[in-house]
């Protein structure tokens, strides 16, 4: 089981500890540096795995490596199959999670709480194609120079529903009207 997962962490962080690098080294990507292993860290490609524990594992590694001067804040970000994304902030005393507040708190199985992503709810949906700036007229005022100009500019739906503003039409007949300003120019 577990689910398909991505992981990438900031790049400030102690060294690592033998220990974490013999028990994560065949799921995760470290970061060797003049002979040992370091932050950042990132899931291996394709990876399907179980990633319960790593949070703790990294926090116990601020914790073993506390110098009493530098107390480093872990970044943590996983993306999720189920396209939810998830931050994480690992110190010494802490795992905060941060997710979008619309969606509902859950505790999972350590206990720590945070938000529900997964579900048909919130898959990405189609971007929305955004009109060049000052190409639609305010609502109430279009005019028939506005139309025109939006036939010109390629912008035949936004024309219609200007069309319509002006002329009592349905909406055949502004598409009949649409097909004729653009033939007629």
């Known amino acids: 089981m577990g689910i398909r997962c991505t992981f990438v962490t900031s790049f400030a962080g102690p060294r690592l500890p033998t220990w974490f690098v013999e028990k994560?080294?065949?799921?995760?990507?470290?970061?060797?540096?003049?002979?040992?292993?370091?932050?950042?860290?990132?899931?291996?490609?394709?990876?399907?795995?179980?990633?319960?524990?790593?949070?703790?594992?990294?926090?116990?590694?601020?914790?073993?490596?506390?110098?009493?001067?530098?107390d480093p804040v872990i970044e943590f970000v996983y993306l999720h199959e189920c396209c939810g994304v998830t931050h994480i902030q690992i110190s010494r005393g802490a795992i905060v999670y941060s997710e979008p507040t619309s969606w509902r708190p859950v505790e999972d199985a350590n206990g720590h709480q945070h938000y529900d992503y997964c579900g048909p709810k919130n898959r990405l949906q189609p971007a929305k194609r955004l009109l060049p700036p000052g190409l639609l007229p305010p609502p109430g005022t279009a005019t028939m120079a506005d139309v025109?100009?939006?036939?010109?500019?390629?912008?035949?739906?936004?024309?219609?529903?200007?069309?319509?503003?002006?002329?009592?039409?349905?909406?055949?007949?502004?598409?009949?009207?649409?097909?004729?300003?653009?033939?007629?120019?």
């Open 148 to 185: 025109e100009r939006l036939v010109r500019a390629g912008e035949d739906v936004v024309a219609m529903r200007c069309y319509r503003e002006i002329h009592p039409v349905n909406l055949a007949e502004a598409h009949k009207a649409i097909n004729d300003l653009r033939n007629a120019t």
């Open 24 to 70: 994560w080294q065949a799921s995760v990507c470290l970061c060797p540096q003049d002979g040992d292993y370091t932050f950042p860290l990132s899931s291996k490609s394709g990876t399907k795995a179980h990633w319960g524990g790593i949070l703790e594992d990294i926090q116990r590694v601020l914790q073993d490596t506390y110098d009493g001067k530098w």
